[in-house]
């Protein structure tokens, strides 16, 4: 089946320490996202790819960091550096073709706790 | 910086009402349109795409786009207890969204 895959659902850090949230697409899309969600809140974007090996900043790119080495993956870290990392955190892709894009395909987002 | 602002909400209507959701965007620029509908901790889903203005129907989803005004809008005619959710506007080939209006809809 086609879709976009994010792991893990659930994640647990210390204060301090650097992880990496997995996001992994098959719809053979050129675009990704990031996004932070946070309680009662809307959608807002970190980082956005429209092809491999180029990805420009969001809305709050700050504290965080992306690759995009390959079409399929883009994963999303989130530093020491980000002052209140706790939130969810949602992945996405569409065809992304410039201008005129079609609909973003939803990962099933990853909760980051930081302890 | 490029905004996409909604009506805060949160906005209740009785069953069987018309709920309307508004956006509006600055860049002049934009060609996409998205509405989206978010359930409490899942992951947003398509309802409506729009990207010529006028109406665009979905059975009881209308999307209205108005580009000189720079603004999308949402009805939701015949309302049902199940579209209590938050919905969302996303813009453009960078997938900027609004805050989300939260609708109730009331039995």
């Known amino acids: 089946d086609g879709g976009i895959t994010q792991s893990p659902k659930y994640l647990f850090r210390k204060e301090g320490q650097n992880v990496t949230l997995s996001c992994e697409q098959n719809?053979?899309?050129?675009?990704m996202y990031w996004y932070r969600q946070d309680p009662g809140q809307g959608l807002r974007l970190i980082y956005y790819?429209?092809?491999?090996?180029?990805?420009q900043k969001g809305d709050i790119a700050e504290g965080y960091s992306v690759s995009r080495e390959k079409k399929e993956s883009f994963p999303l870290t989130v530093t020491s550096a980000q002052k209140n990392p706790t939130a969810f955190y949602l992945c996405?892709?569409?065809?992304?073709?410039?201008?005129?894009?079609?609909?973003?395909?939803f990962g099933q987002g990853t909760r980051l706790t930081v302890v | 910086q490029k905004e996409v602002e909604q009506n805060s909400g949160p906005l209740s209507v009785p069953e069987g009402a018309i709920a309307s959701l508004n956006c509006t965007y600055s860049?002049?620029?934009?060609?996409?349109f998205f509405w989206y509908r978010q359930y409490s901790g899942k992951s947003p889903e398509l309802i409506m795409s729009?990207?010529?203005?006028g109406d665009k129907e979905d059975g009881r989803f209308t999307a209205q786009l108005n580009k000189a005004s720079q603004y999308v809008s949402l009805l939701i005619r015949d309302s049902q207890p199940s579209d209590s959710a938050t919905y969302l506007c996303?813009?453009?080939?960078?997938?900027?969204f609004g805050a989300g209006t939260r609708l109730t809809v009331k039995p």
């Open positions: 996405a892709s569409s065809i992304g073709s410039g201008a005129m894009n079609t609909e973003a395909f």
């Open positions: 719809l053979n899309h050129d675009a």
């Open positions: 790819s429209q092809i491999v090996n180029d990805f």
């Open positions: 860049d002049r620029g934009s060609q996409s």
């Open positions: 729009i990207y010529s203005n």
């Open positions: 996303a813009v453009n080939h960078d997938m900027r």
